[in-house]
């Protein structure tokens, strides 16, 4: 697995990219509207390192509880993985817990991602390699 | 253990966990009806549950769990 970027909740995305532009960061493209997420999400880079930034669209987005608690925030880190369910398998084993079954993800292409949680380290999302 | 028993020692977990000793938990509670109740505490909620009823779940069953009521089903089909 490899480091794919790290998720970072804001309240306003546009804002928080100008900032991380300000940082040094390019941005990849314009926020996209997640619906199943009700959120939007962009992504930018820097040296190598990429963020993505999500933001609730709503109250009654998945997101809002989250960005109510860590606020403005990294929050999970994304590794890319050339096989989804056997990385799934292998952190299940080593004690990560699901929190959503594998989906479809917009913002990146529409390569499915799947989330875990881990008492040490926190929320790990996994991203299937594009082919 | 009965359900009934599952069901008074969820309670108890669940307002240990979520620090509000009024919850009542009914089968159809879910995350709408509990404060702090998140996808994050989700996955703490199912560790301590694990712990508590010594019991393991799998991964497909820990993502069907809908409400309490699911999760008592469980706990009752591994004790």
């Given at each position: 697995m490899t480091l794919h970027h790290v998720g970072y909740l804001v309240a306003d995305i546009g804002a928080a990219a100008e900032e991380f532009i300000l940082l040094g960061f390019s941005q990849e493209w314009e926020p996209i509207y997640d619906e199943a997420r009700d959120a939007r999400i962009c992504f930018l880079q820097t040296g190598g390192t990429r963020i993505e930034l999500i933001c609730p669209?709503?109250?009654?987005?998945?997101?809002a509880p989250l960005l109510k608690k860590f606020k403005n925030a990294p929050y999970h880190l994304c590794f890319e993985t050339d096989g989804l369910e056997e990385a799934q398998a292998e952190l299940f084993s080593r004690g990560y817990v699901p929190v959503r079954p594998p989906e479809a993800a917009p913002a990146l292409g529409g390569r499915r991602v799947a989330f875990f949680m881990h008492g040490g380290v926190g929320l790990i999302e996994l991203v299937e390699r594009a082919c | 253990m009965s359900r009934s028993e599952v069901m008074a020692a969820l309670q108890e977990l669940f307002r240990e966990l979520f620090d509000d000793g009024s919850i009542t938990l009914t089968d159809?509670?879910?995350?709408?009806?509990?404060?702090?109740?998140d996808s994050l505490e989700h996955v703490n909620l199912i560790v301590t549950v694990e712990k508590r009823f010594r019991v393991r779940f799998t991964m497909d069953e820990i993502l069907s769990l809908q409400s309490v009521g699911d999760m008592a089903d469980l706990v009752c089909e591994k004790t």
């Open positions: 669209a709503s109250p009654a987005s998945p997101y | 159809a509670t879910t995350a709408a009806d509990i404060d702090g109740w």
